[in-house]
């Protein structure tokens, strides 16, 4: 009751001249924000006889949900997957460097570690609310190491591991508490994966599979256990075949559960995904899509070595490999830069390309009635964008995060 009154009696600030996403449409409406959420102006008028406190011109410019980005393994020289005695402070500098990007929320990824690194991690990076500090922490990513060695990627073999007798105590011998964790990627065709899948499950963990030589059946399977999410799409999984599609076959599977929504990561960086490839995933399946960074610490350093968990990543112009290899050790484009490719790509409305970076993640986490959309009582975190799909403002629970130079509101 307390907090309701509190927020009765907040200013209310009305953001004017925009463009508004919402219900997958731009409108030419006001937003209304009081005290962190977005507020219903009829209420505010015909319930409360009030008119705002504050108004902002935003010039004409596009309002949209903040973006999520759900698989981010560091950046900016930041390395989540890295057992320091200050894990923190990383993951805030990140966490206030993705602002310009308009993301406002991220799950910070751990590639593929030995126990000792993740028993050490984990503890360190709770979930905590966005702000003027930086985008909130919805909780980890715990990318492996229960993924399949023919397609490990850029994850070291040295420390893959298999489910053994007792499958989810070994899920928790590996990884300590799942407290501060929101999604776990696995392979499932390894034995006892559908075990795994129920007790992540049950504990409110999304099950994304990924990194996997699974065939259709497996994956079908694997979402009748309870998983929900795909692993950056076509990236470390058997390409797609007409006699068994493989886990790529799920985007338009008739085996999934009724009213059950399958949504797949995308890297649109332009390295991970050639166009025509993030064409059919999209016009298959557009309502899936979500579109992620899977940026390593190299993201915002240029070129040279860098670190990605046990391994070393070298950055040459606008790729980012294992170190004297020619695997992809994931990307080096921000949020931003992966929307408007996607855009350009796909050649897709503009609101799906945004919806594809924030409502589209929020229901995959469940989130939907609070992040990704500028529905009233969603939190009021949204970003400012000009015609271009570039960002000029960032907000936060309806306050100004960031700003670009000589932009406005």
């Keep these: 009751m307390r907090s309701g009154q509190c927020a009765a009696g907040a200013p209310v600030l009305q953001f004017t001249n925009c463009r508004i996403l919402r219900g997958g449409t731009l409108l030419r409406e006001d937003l209304w924000v009081r005290g962190g959420r977005i507020l219903d102006p009829e209420k505010l008028f015909f319930e409360e006889r009030r008119v705002a406190d504050e108004q902002r011109d935003c010039g004409g410019r596009i309002l949209a949900p903040g973006f999520i980005d759900v698989q981010i393994n560091g950046g900016f020289g930041v390395d989540f997957s890295k057992a320091t005695e200050d894990v923190g402070s990383g993951v805030a500098l990140v966490a206030r460097r993705l602002l310009s990007h ?5 799950c910070p990824t751990l590639v593929t570690s030995p126990p000792e690194v993740y028993h050490k991690v984990l503890p360190q990076i709770p979930v905590k609310s966005g702000g ?11 990318e492996g190491p229960f993924i399949s060695r023919e397609k490990r990627g850029a994850h070291p073999e040295a420390y893959l591991r298999s489910f053994e007798a007792n499958a989810f105590h070994d899920v928790l011998a590996t990884y300590g508490p799942l407290d501060n964790v929101c999604i776990v990627t696995l392979a499932p065709e390894l034995d006892r994966s559908h075990e795994v899948i129920q007790a992540l499950t049950a504990q409110g ?9 699974a065939d259709l059946r497996a994956a079908e399977v694997a979402v009748q256990s309870g998983a ?4 950056h799409l076509f990236n470390a999984m058997l ?6 599609p493989g886990i790529v076959g799920l985007l338009t599977s008739d085996q999934l559960p009724p009213g059950h929504c399958i949504f797949y990561g995308m890297i649109a960086d332009g390295i991970h995904t050639n166009p025509a490839a993030l064409r059919i995933a999209h ?3 557009p309502q899936g899509l979500v579109l992620v960074t899977d940026a390593v610490p190299a993201l915002g350093l240029g070129n040279g070595r860098h670190t990605l968990g046990q391994q070393e990543v070298e950055v040459d112009g606008l790729i980012a490999y294992i170190a004297g290899t020619k695997t992809l050790g994931g ?3 921000p949020m931003d830069v992966c929307v408007r490719h996607f855009l350009q790509a796909t050649g897709c409305s503009v609101e799906s390309a945004l919806e594809a970076a924030s409502l589209h993640p929020a229901q995959m986490l469940g989130l939907e009635k609070t992040k990704g959309s500028l529905d009233f009582g969603a939190d009021a975190d949204f970003v400012v964008l000009d015609d271009t799909l570039h960002v000029q403002a960032t907000y936060i629970s309806g306050e100004l995060v960031w700003q670009a130079e000589e932009a406005g509101p």
């Design 283 to 285: 016009r298959a399946h």
């Design 331 to 333: 990307s080096i484009a």
């Design 228 to 231: 929900t999410f795909i692993t």
């Design 205 to 213: 963990i999304r099950v994304s599979l990924g990194h996997s030589v």
């Design 102 to 106: 308009g993301v406002t929320s991220f």
């Design 132 to 142: 003027p500090h930086g985008a909130g922490v919805l909780g980890v990513h715990l």
């Design 239 to 244: 390409p797609f075949h007409h006699r068994d």
